[in-house]
């Protein structure tokens, strides 16, 4: 089967560092992202990771291990306008079926 | 450039009628998804198409249905509404079958009563 795991809630302070975990077992893979959604919105993308090790993107760093089938979201200097839900999104198999986890809500308080 | 443009953005039906959703793709991209995101849950796949063709579909009855035309844009058709059916309908766009970014559009909000 396919499956996608993370976190359903997190809090944080502001200013803080947060590390927001997945974990999938999927038919296949071809690549990971991260998308952030808002309550009411659509996501906004924010990551693309195919490869092994870290992808830097100002406060956000996204990191893949491919053998552990495991990757983190790292938000850092969080603001309040970081509240919202994140979503790990697997590309599995042959057919890049774009499959969702079920997202984290975060919640960053002052 | 125009981003992924989905059309309308509110729609209100009634049990048993057909609705139909719109994505246009962003400019260059070939490939288009479709996702229900009903309250409070996660994003589940409906339909892939890529270059005019339907790659995958996710587990949804045949009602659910949709093409994607020469010009990329696509099309989301659900026939005998039910009221369960009342969600965010999301299109996403892609460079091509192996891109590595995806898009989304700001949702197609459609209520059955």
């Known amino acids: 089967g396919q499956n996608i795991d993370q976190p359903t809630e997190m809090t944080a302070t502001e200013g803080a560092i947060v590390q927001i975990n997945c974990t999938y077992q999927t038919s296949g893979f071809n690549g990971l992202f991260w998308y952030q959604q808002h309550a009411g919105e659509a996501p906004t993308f924010l990551s693309y990771?195919?490869?092994?090790g870290l992808e830097e993107k100002g406060r956000f760093s996204s990191f893949l291990s491919r053998s552990k089938g495991y990757s983190y979201l790292l938000l850092k200097e969080l603001q309040m306008k970081d509240s919202a839900s994140y979503l790990c999104?697997?590309?599995?198999?042959?057919?890049?079926?774009?499959?969702f986890g079920a997202g984290t809500r975060l919640a960053v308080h002052p | 450039e125009a981003g992924v443009t989905q059309s309308p953005t509110h729609l209100i039906k009634t049990r048993g009628q057909q609705a139909t959703l719109r994505c246009s793709p962003i400019s260059g991209h070939t490939s288009v998804y479709w996702y229900q995101q009903a309250l409070g849950l996660g994003l589940q796949f409906l339909l892939w198409y890529d270059e005019g063709e339907e790659r995958n579909r996710g587990n949804f009855p045949p009602r659910f249905s949709g093409r994607q035309f020469p010009n990329y844009s696509s099309e989301l058709n659900v026939n005998a509404l039910e009221l369960e059916d009342s969600a965010l309908y999301l299109c996403a766009s892609r460079e091509g079958a192996a891109g590595n970014t995806i898009y989304f559009g700001e949702g197609s909000w459609l209520t059955v009563v």
């Open positions: 990771n195919v490869l092994d």
């Open positions: 999104a697997v590309l599995s198999g042959g057919y890049n079926k774009l499959i």
